[in-house]
């Protein structure tokens, strides 16, 4: 597997603040995603890079902004949570040309 | 833009039996498909790939997938269904040409009936 870690691993948040989510990589990919799964929803992309400061919107980028100063480092912000945001949290890389490589997973809750 | 359709929440099947997943895409240009399993409470796992080449693509687990230009359709298949197969299922795409962006389809869980 590819050294991609997430933190935190679960998270339980109030309506109103702000949270950060890490996605961390040791295989330095030039591409990271973040994505949302929920149930009936499959995996949204919600914002992605494709180099260090480079960034675009995915399907569902409204209330998210993500930065990537660094190769290994990408956050992704939640910058006033709400309930809508309740979820798990994936972060990917990609390399092109190969497949996605996928962290464990945050879980994230909302009340 | 990309899109995924798995038009099939829940696919049910008998333990030796063959299985099928359907999956449906829209790209412009021409796409790079994948298949992806997950199990309860993990994280993502890569099945195979089609970027060119042969129709007919072998990957992990004894998985096969069959890509068809004309129907725009990446059908996850196997022979054989075994209970541990029981998982969730995800069709993805990205074009090669295009903004590097890799859409996912909304899933399909697969039942193997002992």
């Known amino acids: 597997d590819a050294g991609i870690t997430q933190s935190p691993r679960h998270k339980v948040t109030e309506t109103g603040t702000p949270v950060t989510l890490r996605c961390h990589q040791t295989?330095?990919?030039?591409?990271m995603y973040w994505y949302r799964q929920d149930p009936g929803h499959g995996l949204r992309l919600i914002h992605y890079s494709y180099g260090v400061k480079d960034t675009d919107k995915g399907e569902v980028s409204d209330g998210y902004s993500v930065s990537r100063s660094k190769t290994e480092d990408f956050l992704l912000t939640l910058e006033s949570a709400t309930s809508s945001q309740t979820s798990v949290y994936f972060c990917?890389?990609?390399?092109?040309?190969?497949?996605?490589?996928f962290g464990p997973g945050t879980r994230l809750t909302v009340t | 833009a990309q899109s995924v359709a798995q038009p099939e929440d829940q696919v049910n099947v008998a333990e030796g039996n063959p299985l099928t997943v359907k999956c449906t895409y829209s790209?412009?240009?021409?796409?790079?498909l994948f298949w992806y399993v997950q199990y309860p409470n993990r994280g993502l796992q890569f099945l195979l790939k089609y970027i060119t080449g042969d129709n007919l693509v072998k990957g992990s687990y004894g998985f096969e997938a069959e890509f068809n230009k004309s129907q725009t359709s990446f059908h996850l298949k196997k022979p054989s269904a075994l209970v541990s197969d029981s998982a969730l299922y995800f069709c993805a795409v990205t074009s090669l040409e295009g903004d590097d962006k890799i859409i996912f389809g909304k899933g399909t869980r697969l039942h193997i009936l002992p």
């Open positions: 990917a890389t990609y390399r092109g040309g190969d497949e996605q490589y």
């Open positions: 790209v412009s240009g021409n796409p790079y």
């Open positions: 295989e330095n990919h030039r591409y």
